[in-house]
């Protein structure tokens, strides 16, 4: 076989045919030197953008939660009486409560209204309730409405924060009594 053949797949040139560098001048220099420090700036400005799109958004998150979960959307009161107090839950245990509470037609005539779910934050607020439940006693309710359930405080957006009687007008449960005569006969019945 003959040697002598171009081989066009290898990369060899003459040193002769290599173009000479050509020598950056002053001017050029900072030209170069300007456009690179333009490329890095503006590469920055993305980042910067962008850390700042971030920390919009994490910043309305939290405050988009804390309206939600942990501001209280209203404060209010609610008059009745306690018809169950429990503790309930299967990973955080809470008080959860249950009320009839009662309200007027026109202003003048008393009207019962559906019962009404709350949760007990802590103990002592617990054991009131549920003396109150005993002794049938109309109590006034006062309670902060959140927009959001957070499992740690209860089971409804209503979270107690006191119990004290109604001292406007005290009666009895109207249901206590109506209660006891279905116990008593079906005790007679056993």
């Known amino acids: 076989m003959d040697d002598n053949f171009d081989d066009h797949f290898t990369d060899v040139h003459d040193p002769e045919e290599q173009p000479q560098q050509h020598q950056e001048t002053e001017l050029e220099r900072e030209e170069r030197e300007i456009k690179e420090a333009t490329i890095e700036r503006r590469g920055n400005s ?37 018809m169950k107090v429990s503790n309930e839950g299967s990973l955080f245990k809470t008080f959860e409560g249950e009320m009839v509470s009662e309200g007027y037609v026109d202003g003048t005539i008393p009207a019962i209204t559906s019962d009404f779910k709350f949760s007990i934050p802590n103990d002592t607020l617990a054991r009131q309730a549920m003396q109150w439940s005993q002794d049938g006693k109309r109590i006034v309710l006062t309670y902060n409405e959140y927009k959001g359930i ?16 109604d001292t406007n007008l005290i009666k009895d449960n109207p249901y206590k009594d109506a209660q006891q005569p279905k116990e008593e006969n079906n005790k007679k019945k056993d």
């Not at 700042?52 to 209203?74: E, K, N, S």
């Not at 957070?150 to 009687?165: A, F, Q």
């Open 46 to 82: 993305v980042k910067m953008v962008l850390i700042l799109i971030i920390t919009a958004m994490v910043l309305f998150l939290g405050w988009w939660m804390w309206q939600h979960y942990f501001h209280p959307y209203r404060v209010s009161q609610e008059k009745g009486w306690i």
């Open 150 to 165: 957070v499992l740690w405080r209860g089971n409804s957006k209503h979270v107690v924060v006191s119990i004290e009687p």
